[in-house]
């Protein structure tokens, strides 16, 4: 019997030589991990327009969105608003080539993330990164339908807006959980949630790095008198007196990479600033192009936006920063450029990757702050849930102290 164990046991060792020299071993792991379901790391973002026909119904979904404005008749109002603003929305994407390239740059630094976590996370492989968009194809649903096909069973809603507002992150998710249960999912997927990252020490020495590449646009002799313009997407004041954490997670990631910018020896002044304000209700100021100005004013040359709450380039760089805000700064006589954007950047890639790399070796199921609805939520009964998630969960206002 002993003679017969260490006979199986000399076999089993020449056998594992034998596949260690010949690489068998390595193709049965990888075949064993495509075997595997992948992990889904779903990318969420609002989206663009993919085409100039696909203006009019990405713009109706966006003002139909009760989470971004409420008004009376919404759905109504909101297809009107739409239909009127298309004419000119679309003059300006004909302008930039046409579309929006944000589909284009998700599935690359999708890639990027998929690479990185492949190799950094192989309990966890194979991953696959899918795109969900709010507003524009692929849709929430298109990426729900890709997964049930694949047999997923884990995936994390990795939000692409690394500062948390309820129009943006907390809208897309709603709209996750609505379609998983439309499409009777509710069940076959477990879920956790990256659902922002304004302050990870990797997106934040990506983006030291770009604002460092941006001013390389400029003289070296002129490069320190540059004003560094922070430029994020703005926000309603009535969304800000709500509650919303928005503004504050962008000035946390302008704190921290004005800390990075200085440890690189960058000492530049700066400011932060919103842009792209939609209708006549106050937004949260002041308007970028509001800086320009009255800097100039006050002897201010040279400006460089940065566009710190965009993870990729779209109409709001390639156009209204690229060609508005530049044509405005040249009417003053101003020397203005814009800090490229992270696109397929490797550096930036990595830094999705490390992300999610950690959120799932530490089990995450959510940041501390999700749980808690803003004091003056519009959407009570669907914020801040998770359907089915990957460890006990309770929103705080749901809970009896």
Not at 86 to 111: D, N
């Amino acid at each position: 019997m002993l003679r017969h164990v260490a006979g199986l046991k000399a076999s089993l060792q020449s056998s594992a030589i034998s596949f260690r020299r010949s690489g068998t071993l390595e193709t049965v792991c990888l075949r064993f991990m495509s075997s595997k379901p992948p992990t889904a790391i779903v990318m969420m973002n609002m989206g663009g327009p993919s085409s100039l026909e696909e203006v009019e119904p990405f713009l109706t979904r966006l003002f139909t969105d009760h989470q971004i404005m409420q008004m009376p008749f919404q759905q109504t109002l909101g297809s009107m608003i739409a239909k009127r603003r298309s004419p000119k929305i679309v003059a300006q994407y004909a302008e930039i080539g046409g579309r929006s390239p944000i589909a284009q740059w998700t599935e690359i630094q999708g890639k990027m993330m998929v690479d990185h976590l492949d190799k950094t996370s192989p309990h966890t492989a194979p991953h696959k990164a899918y795109t969900a968009f709010r507003y524009a194809t692929p849709l929430t649903e298109v990426a729900l339908e890709e997964m049930k096909k694949d047999g997923v069973e884990r995936a994390v809603a990795f939000s692409q807006f690394p500062q948390w507002s309820c129009t943006t992150s907390g809208s897309s998710l709603n709209e996750l959980w609505r379609q998983v249960q439309a499409m009777g999912m509710s069940e076959q997927i477990k879920w956790s949630l990256i659902d922002r990252w304004h302050s990870h020490p990797a997106f934040i020495k990506a983006l030291a790095h770009r604002i460092q590449e941006g001013l390389q646009q400029f003289e070296e002799s002129v490069r320190h008198r540059v004003v560094l313009l922070f430029s994020a997407h703005s926000l309603p004041m009535r969304r800000v007196n709500a509650g919303d954490p928005y503004p504050q997670e962008v000035g946390a990631t302008v704190g921290r990479a004005i800390e990075d910018l200085k440890a690189m020896g960058i000492n530049n002044r700066y400011a932060l600033c919103w842009q792209s304000k939609v209708g006549p209700l106050p937004w949260l100021g002041p308007r970028t192009q509001d800086v320009i100005k009255n800097l100039h004013k006050a002897g201010c040359t040279h400006f460089m936006a940065i566009p710190v709450a965009f993870t990729s380039d779209h109409i709001e760089t390639l156009y209204e920063i690229d060609l508005e805000f530049a044509e405005e700064a040249a009417e003053l006589g101003a020397i203005f450029r814009r800090s490229p954007s992270f696109n397929d950047m490797p550096m930036f890639g990595n830094a999705l990757g490390q992300i999610a790399e950690e959120h799932l070796k530490q089990g995450d199921l959510c940041s501390d702050q999700y749980a808690l609805n803003c004091m003056g939520c519009v959407n009570p009964a669907e914020c801040r849930s998770i359907l089915n998630p990957i460890a006990p969960y309770a929103r705080l206002k749901d809970i009896k102290m």
